[in-house]
């Protein structure tokens, strides 16, 4: 059974961090690319970052530049989101995503919250 498995968020002050981990299993990680969209109410779902575990290559988007930062444990099958100086306006729910050309997979979210 493939399960992607959020955790980590919470109520922070603006300025403040967390660290969200996205657990992964039933699939082999490592053929995957493993990502993280985030949802404010109101609002489309949106990249925030995303990292293929095989090299460590990465993207940002330009909204988290700087401030965020992706990595991924091949050994736990785990990738973490660090999220510093954060800003209400990163207030959403967070979801872990891994795809490939053909199949593609979500978490159930964990809600950030950020307070000014």
């Known amino acids: 059974e493939v399960q992607l498995v959020e955790s980590g968020g919470g109520l922070v002050q603006a300025g403040g961090s967390l660290r969200l981990s996205c657990a992964a299993s039933?699939?082999?990680?490592?053929?995957?690319?493993i990502g993280w969209f985030r949802q404010a109410p109101g609002k489309e779902r949106e990249g925030v970052s995303c990292?293929?575990?095989?090299?460590?290559?990465?993207v940002y988007a330009d909204s988290v530049k700087g401030r965020f930062t992706i990595s991924s444990d091949n050994a736990e099958n785990t990738v973490y989101l660090q999220m510093n100086n954060l800003k209400p306006e990163d207030t959403a729910v967070y979801y872990c995503?891994?795809?490939?050309?053909?199949?593609?997979?979500w978490g159930q979210g964990t809600q950030v919250t950020v307070s000014s």
């Open positions: 995503r891994a795809w490939t050309g053909f199949y593609e997979y």
């Open positions: 039933g699939f082999i990680f490592n053929d995957y690319v």
């Open positions: 990292i293929n575990p095989s090299d460590g290559s990465t």
